[in-house]
């Protein structure tokens, strides 16, 4: 096995103010696979192509938001190694473990809070329930998808104070690769914004340095092609749903993109394209003077909805 360590995000667990139109919206407009409820109330949904049980969690509550966010590592002592050294690491607080069985489906998992304020955990096991398609001689896709149908959760964007401390902790104790990085164009030293990839992926978490902890921008699910990326677009005005920004490309990753919010003000992106990562590819840079190529490639500039508005 060439991958090891933390091999991808296993899921994201958000808040949401009314339960039952976030599930239509994640299963019908979104299009994920909604597979168990739980004595809380949570409801827990995948992608299609995802084989572990869950990917998204939903809660009910006051205010939107993330809860957490949760890694898949390769093995259980994987886990304990990563957790004994996030511990010692001086970089996170709140560390703890959760029961097996505290999400349906799932084993023990240990859990710890950035120093940006965002809670995150390591898991080594999630049953297997299956990507809907037979593991011999299956078809390219499975009948019954609805919405958008992405194969799979892909990212989350994060809003925080202490970047270089989530950095450092995200390099140099999970083993994540930085791919790209904003810095300030007198300062290049001083990063606005980092994103980090576990995996060959351009990335599977993202930071930007704002005065505020725990706040959550965007999940993300991944799609095939710009062609979906339109059809997206299409679902967005047919189901009426409240758009952000796009379809259009970002500089950054060079992914295809359109941004849009769940009934409760929570932000998805639907994304396809990219590129292909690899530990030894440098570090691409861009600079703050760059910053509105860099996220909207086509328009050039800022989007204040897009910076501003955020769970
Ligand atoms: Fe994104």
């Known amino acids: 096995m060439a991958m090891t360590g933390v091999l991808r995000p296993s899921h994201v667990a958000l808040r949401v103010l009314d339960l039952e139109p976030a599930v239509k919206h994640y299963t019908d407009v979104l299009g994920l696979l909604e597979t168990g409820r739980d004595k809380q109330g949570r409801v827990y949904l995948k992608a299609w192509d995802e084989h572990d049980h869950h990917s998204v969690v939903l809660r009910e509550a006051d205010a939107a938001g993330m809860d957490y966010m949760g890694w898949r590592v390769d093995s259980i002592q994987t886990m304990k190694d990563l957790s004994r050294k996030v511990e010692e690491s001086g970089l996170a607080t709140d560390c703890c473990w959760i029961p097996a069985g505290e999400h349906l489906e799932t084993g023990e998992r240990f859990r710890f809070t950035t120093t940006t304020g965002h809670t995150m955990e390591l898991l080594a096991e999630k049953n297997k329930v299956g990507n809907c398609l037979p593991l011999v001689n299956p078809d390219p896709w499975p009948d019954g998808l609805k919405g958008m149908g992405p194969s799979r959760f892909d ?43 576990c995996s060959t992926k351009p990335h599977d978490v993202a ?44 500089g950054i990753t060079r992914g295809e ?19 292909i990562h690899y530990p030894d590819k440098p570090i691409i ?17 800022l989007n204040e909805n897009f910076l501003g508005v955020f769970t």
């Open 155 to 197: 990212h989350c964007l994060l809003y925080g104070d202490d970047l270089d401390g989530v950095v450092k902790l995200f390099t140099e104790v999970l083993g994540f690769d930085i791919t790209e990085q904003v810095v300030a164009e007198d300062n290049h030293d001083f990063r606005i914004s980092v994103f980090l990839s």
């Open 285 to 301: 840079t861009w600079t703050s003077d760059d910053l509105g190529r860099a996220i909207f490639y086509h328009d050039r500039k």
């Open 207 to 250: 930071f930007i340095r704002q005065p505020m902890k725990g706040a959550f921008h965007h999940a993300s699910f991944i799609l095939d092609n710009w062609g979906e990326v339109l059809k997206a677009a299409d679902i967005i005005s047919k189901k009426k749903v409240s758009l952000d920004l796009g379809p259009t490309r970002h």
């Open 257 to 275: 993109t359109i941004y849009f919010f769940d009934p409760s003000g929570n932000r998805n992106e639907v994304f396809a394209g990219g590129y």
